[in-house]
């Protein structure tokens, strides 16, 4: 009898410690690159690529099409156990490869398809930027980084020759958005700026590379408007611009949504 109690005793107990596990089903995807090994990105080339949840993946694209403004498609998205209703992804553009906060100039979000432009910030040429992918789910799309509406930069800007016309665009807003340029002088004179732009624009001379020294408000600044036209007369309203002289030219737009405007802009001395 003693023996049957005993397997009796046996039997409830080992019953009782048998517990269940529970599988965790979610679906944390894939992440691509390394802060130090970023997957690379072909300007105007598709290229598939997947973040995880929760995870991050890491890109760098080299500006091979001249400086100015670029924008990145993020197209077929598609997520999977997402925890954030409000985007699916967002994604950071650095301009160096530390991805130190310092470096950071944008961070925007996708919920589904988008195209990202950057605050419409002015890249300089044949120069990397980097960029960081946060998945709030499993995330899958194709990613194509392709050269904006604006060109030139505060580093590269486009030259001018003086009184020869040269085809230019701007994209952005009155307050993003920006094309950079260059003029040297030939002898002193007063120089006249031409521009058939049929969107309100506004322009600043400017001193120095840095674009930071205003030549003179008071006798060089532009009046917004279309067709944009001034007379740049140096410091004073006669005195004229100094001799063999490299001047810097930003050209913005006015408008309080975005879009891109193309014109003729012209340099010439009054001779």
């Known amino acids: ?13 080992g019953a009782c410690s048998v517990t269940s596990e529970e599988t965790d089903e979610t679906n944390y995807g894939t ?4 802060a130090s090994s970023p997957v690379e990105l072909t300007v105007g080339t598709a290229k598939p690529g997947s973040v ?5 993946s890491y890109y760098k694209f080299t500006t091979t099409s001249g400086a100015g403004s670029y924008k990145l498609a993020i197209s077929s998205l598609s997520i999977a156990d997402s925890w954030y209703s409000a985007a699916s992804m967002y994604t950071s553009i650095y301009s160096n490869s530390g991805y130190t906060s310092s470096s950071r100039f944008d961070t925007e979000s996708c919920l ?24 709030y789910g499993a995330v899958t799309y194709s990613l194509t980084v392709s050269k904006g509406g604006s060109e030139g930069s505060k ?9 020869t016309a040269h085809s230019g665009t701007v994209e952005g807003t009155s307050y993003y958005g920006k094309s950079y340029y260059k003029f040297t002088t030939s002898a002193v004179d007063n120089y006249t700026l031409t521009m058939t732009n049929s969107d309100s624009m506004d322009c600043d001379l400017y001193s120095d590379s840095g674009f930071s020294t205003y030549v003179s408000w008071s006798y060089n600044n532009c009046t917004a408007g279309t067709n944009l036209s001034e ?14 002289t490299v001047y810097y030219l930003r050209v913005e737009g006015e408008s309080s949504t975005a879009k891109t405007t193309t014109y003729n802009i012209t340099v010439a001395p009054e001779g």
């Open 1 to 13: 009898m003693k023996i049957f109690y005993y397997f009796v005793f046996v039997l409830f107990f």
């Open 31 to 34: 992440t691509e690159g390394t």
């Open 52 to 56: 995880g949840r929760s995870g991050y």
């Open 112 to 135: 589904a398809d988008c195209t990202l432009y950057f605050d419409y910030d002015s890249l300089d040429n044949n120069t990397s930027y980097y960029l960081q992918m946060y998945g």
């Open 155 to 163: 580093n590269n800007p486009v030259e001018l020759t003086l009184s």
């Open 231 to 244: 007379t740049f007369t140096g410091t004073s309203s006669s005195v004229g611009l100094s001799a063999n």
